[in-house]
């Protein structure tokens, strides 16, 4: 079961910007870092954004993570059809001693 | 550049068991801590395992605890997943990551392509 909520589709038109939402509790995105993750179905899945909103080499600045409380979000900017995938939110949690990932969030380029 | 090459799916009934392996290359296996993170028909992640980079501590999820076994060779720089008991929601791909802490974070750097586990 995913103990991080978000919501299950986010769509815009290239060039537009958007936003996924990841919403948690204390015990996971209050008390510990939040990481994205961008994946292809059957695909590996590729890290877009670890400690909150740090992005890893070769990840475009378009792309950027922020964290407040128990909530996090990830912003596209300049959004592009090669962004259309499937985005998890993702902590540790210090209650279930696990890594959770949040529900996922499908991303349509209209 | 890392590879890491999961192996070892396949069809199982349920009730039977099975054990994945995860082949790692190109970097040095013995520093890192490794997951099993899988993902079933038409749903999202779902993280599996962690086992320390000396296999000293290990986690698991609440849904295979008691019926899945996580380890690693560092000599063969190979990690593994027993799975038994298997039942039909344990059907899904399943992928193994490297851990990687650097920033003053961890995060799932690298991951595998997947091998597909079927319970029927």
């Known amino acids: 079961q995913s103990v991080l909520t978000q919501s299950p589709s986010a769509s815009g038109t290239p060039g537009q910007r958007i936003t996924i939402s990841c919403s948690g509790s204390?015990?996971?995105?209050?008390?510990?870092?939040v990481k994205w993750y961008q994946h292809l179905p059957g695909t590996a899945p590729k890290l877009l954004i670890y400690y909150n909103n740090q992005r890893p080499s070769g990840v475009p600045d378009r792309l950027s993570g922020s964290k407040s409380g128990t909530s996090a979000s990830l912003a596209i900017s300049g959004l592009q059809s090669e962004d259309e995938a499937d985005y998890y939110c993702?902590?540790?949690?210090?209650?279930?001693?696990?890594?959770?990932f949040g529900t996922g969030t499908k991303v349509t380029v209209l | 550049q890392v590879h890491l090459v999961e192996s070892g799916g396949g069809v199982v009934q349920p009730g039977r068991s099975l054990r994945l392996s995860c082949a790692a290359s190109?970097?040095?296996?013995?520093?890192?801590?490794m997951h099993w993170v899988r993902q079933a028909p038409g749903k999202g992640l779902e993280w599996v395992a962690v086992?320390?980079?000396?296999?000293?501590?290990?986690y698991y999820a609440d849904s295979v605890k008691g019926r899945f076994t996580v380890s690693r060779d560092n000599s063969k720089d190979t990690m593994y997943l027993q799975m038994n008991s298997l039942r039909a929601e344990d059907t899904a791909i399943y992928y193994c990551?490297?851990?990687?802490?650097?920033?003053?974070?961890?995060?799932?750097?690298?991951w595998g392509q997947g091998t597909q586990v079927i319970v029927s």
């Open positions: 993702a902590a540790w949690d210090d209650s279930l001693n696990g890594y959770v």
């Open positions: 086992i320390w980079y000396d296999g000293s501590d290990k």
């Open positions: 190109r970097f040095t296996f013995n520093n890192y801590a």
């Open positions: 990551a490297r851990d990687r802490c650097s920033g003053g974070d961890c995060f799932l750097d690298y």
């Open positions: 204390i015990s996971n995105i209050g008390n510990n870092t």
